[in-house]
């Protein structure tokens, strides 16, 4: 009898690989450590990749059918509440990156590639599941829990995230790197949001070690907030509440109308985040990492998810593409590494020059995006929206 793959990790990342795999009829099981299969926090935006990837998985349609369909990407001075570029998402962009650009809710995404697996009956999720050891024969794995049980299969998934037990032993490389930025995140119903902010669009307020990220979510019913300040915080935090006047400090120097946005938000949770240096190795034998515990990244490109959606129909297609397990996963590797760590050295990028900057680092952002045009915009961000991630002679688009 041939093992099935075990995934450690049941967020957007595990199940997506259990839900890719079990599109090539590979059978998998997935240890979550949670005692329900859930996904907390609310919006996310999905590049035109990360809709590559929906269809790729079978839930595109579903995807589309939830998804809020924002008309432009917005970013403002924080400043002096100037515009300093818009990228419209219309139908030359669509055109042009073959998807469309959209926010959807965590919990739908992970709620339907959930219900994916289940359809499929190739997929056996356990929960109360805690991942904490491999070890490894030359012809299967043997996952370790905490609790003292284990189970085997043909490969090992960590898919735990930012924290994976996998990934430390695999490369022993410590502790994730805290930024020291903090992100507050909120979720109000339409009515309380000023007016004039009620738009259609993802609207970045960009100032001195700070921004603001305002979306509609839930078919406009509600808007989803985002601050971030940089606040030198040395503890990683993951979902803390916290209280109002926490989240206002520092914001004395922004535009009124930015500050707003802040004034209206309610029953804040905080996260500190974290990233990790890019590595070039992420399989072991018979193991692989795979969405944060591969490549964690800040979540200023906006990309986190979708490189966990990628990594998971890579992992298929390289499953598909031969039955030697070891090789499967180096390809799948191969396929991923340089693309996953361009978008993690990106995401630091765009926080220090574009989001957060300071004077003159500020005038340099605004003199050169106020000349881009939306080709300018198209011909930036090509490599990372029109491709799935994959090589041309695996499919790759
Ligand atoms: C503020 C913020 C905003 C973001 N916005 C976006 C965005 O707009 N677009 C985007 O694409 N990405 C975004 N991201 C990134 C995205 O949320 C993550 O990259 C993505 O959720 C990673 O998925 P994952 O499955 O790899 O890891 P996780 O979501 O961390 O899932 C890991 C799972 O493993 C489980 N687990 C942990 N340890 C164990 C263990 N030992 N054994 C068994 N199970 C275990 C956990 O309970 C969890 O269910 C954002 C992130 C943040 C913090």
């Given at each position: 009898m041939t093992h099935p793959v075990l995934i450690a990790g049941g967020g957007i990342g595990g199940l997506a690989a259990a839900a890719a795999l079990a599109g090539k009829g590979v059978p998998s099981v997935v240890l979550e450590q949670a005692s329900q299969m859930a996904e907390i926090g609310a919006g996310i935006q999905i590049g035109p990749n990360g809709f590559h990837c929906f269809d790729a998985l079978g839930i595109g349609p579903q995807m589309r059918k939830t998804a809020v369909f924002i008309d432009a990407l917005r970013l403002l001075?924080?400043?002096?509440?100037?515009?300093i570029t818009r990228i419209p998402l219309d139908a030359p962009f669509r055109a042009h990156f073959g998807n469309p650009y959209a926010v959807v809710h965590r919990a739908e995404l992970h709620q339907l590639l959930l219900q994916r697996c289940i359809d499929s009956g190739l997929v056996d999720l356990r929960t109360s599941q805690s991942a904490v050891s491999y070890s490894q024969d030359g012809t299967s794995v043997t996952l370790h829990l905490s609790g003292g049980d284990q189970i085997t299969g043909r490969a090992l998934i960590g898919a735990e995230g930012l924290r994976s037990a996998i990934r430390a032993q695999m490369l022993q490389d410590g502790e994730p790197i805290v930024s020291g930025h903090t992100t507050y995140r909120s979720v109000i119903p339409v009515?309380?949001?000023p007016e004039d902010l009620r738009m259609n669009a993802a609207t970045l307020w960009a100032g001195p070690k700070c921004h603001i990220v305002h979306y509609p979510l839930k078919g406009g019913s509600v808007f989803n907030l985002v601050v971030t300040y940089h606040?030198?915080?040395a503890e990683a935090v993951s979902g803390r509440s916290v209280t109002h006047e926490e989240v206002a400090?520092?914001?004395?120097?922004?535009?009124p109308s930015a500050r707003a946005v802040i004034e209206h938000g309610s029953d804040w949770k905080l996260w500190v985040l974290c990233d990790r240096e890019p590595v070039s190795r992420w399989t072991e034998g018979r193991v692989a990492l795979l969405g944060d515990a591969a490549h964690p990244m800040l979540q200023y490109f906006a990309q986190g998810a979708c490189m966990a959606m990628e990594d998971a129909v890579a992992l298929a297609v390289a499953f598909d593409s031969t039955h030697d397990v070891e090789t499967a996963l180096a390809r799948y590797q191969a396929m991923r590494m340089t693309r996953t760590a361009r978008v993690q050295m990106n995401s630091r990028l765009i926080g220090d020059y574009i989001y957060h900057p300071d004077d003159a680092k500020a005038a340099v952002r605004n003199e050169v995006m106020q000349g881009m045009s939306p080709q300018d915009w198209y011909d930036q961000l090509t490599w990372i929206y029109?491709?799935?991630?994959?090589?041309p002679e695996m499919g790759g688009i």
């Amino acid at each position: 009898m041939t093992h099935p793959v075990l995934i450690a990790g049941g967020g957007i990342g595990g199940l997506a690989a259990a839900a890719a795999l079990a599109g090539k009829g590979v059978p998998s099981v997935v240890l979550e450590q949670a005692s329900q299969m859930a996904e907390i926090g609310a919006g996310i935006q999905i590049g035109p990749n990360g809709f590559h990837c929906f269809d790729a998985l079978g839930i595109g349609p579903q995807m589309r059918k939830t998804a809020v369909f924002i008309d432009a990407l917005r970013l403002l001075d924080a400043q002096t509440a100037e515009e300093i570029t818009r990228i419209p998402l219309d139908a030359p962009f669509r055109a042009h990156f073959g998807n469309p650009y959209a926010v959807v809710h965590r919990a739908e995404l992970h709620q339907l590639l959930l219900q994916r697996c289940i359809d499929s009956g190739l997929v056996d999720l356990r929960t109360s599941q805690s991942a904490v050891s491999y070890s490894q024969d030359g012809t299967s794995v043997t996952l370790h829990l905490s609790g003292g049980d284990q189970i085997t299969g043909r490969a090992l998934i960590g898919a735990e995230g930012l924290r994976s037990a996998i990934r430390a032993q695999m490369l022993q490389d410590g502790e994730p790197i805290v930024s020291g930025h903090t992100t507050y995140r909120s979720v109000i119903p339409v009515d309380r949001m000023p007016e004039d902010l009620r738009m259609n669009a993802a609207t970045l307020w960009a100032g001195p070690k700070c921004h603001i990220v305002h979306y509609p979510l839930k078919g406009g019913s509600v808007f989803n907030l985002v601050v971030t300040y940089h606040r030198d915080v040395a503890e990683a935090v993951s979902g803390r509440s916290v209280t109002h006047e926490e989240v206002a400090v520092g914001f004395e120097h922004i535009h009124p109308s930015a500050r707003a946005v802040i004034e209206h938000g309610s029953d804040w949770k905080l996260w500190v985040l974290c990233d990790r240096e890019p590595v070039s190795r992420w399989t072991e034998g018979r193991v692989a990492l795979l969405g944060d515990a591969a490549h964690p990244m800040l979540q200023y490109f906006a990309q986190g998810a979708c490189m966990a959606m990628e990594d998971a129909v890579a992992l298929a297609v390289a499953f598909d593409s031969t039955h030697d397990v070891e090789t499967a996963l180096a390809r799948y590797q191969a396929m991923r590494m340089t693309r996953t760590a361009r978008v993690q050295m990106n995401s630091r990028l765009i926080g220090d020059y574009i989001y957060h900057p300071d004077d003159a680092k500020a005038a340099v952002r605004n003199e050169v995006m106020q000349g881009m045009s939306p080709q300018d915009w198209y011909d930036q961000l090509t490599w990372i929206y029109r491709s799935n991630g994959l090589p041309p002679e695996m499919g790759g688009i």
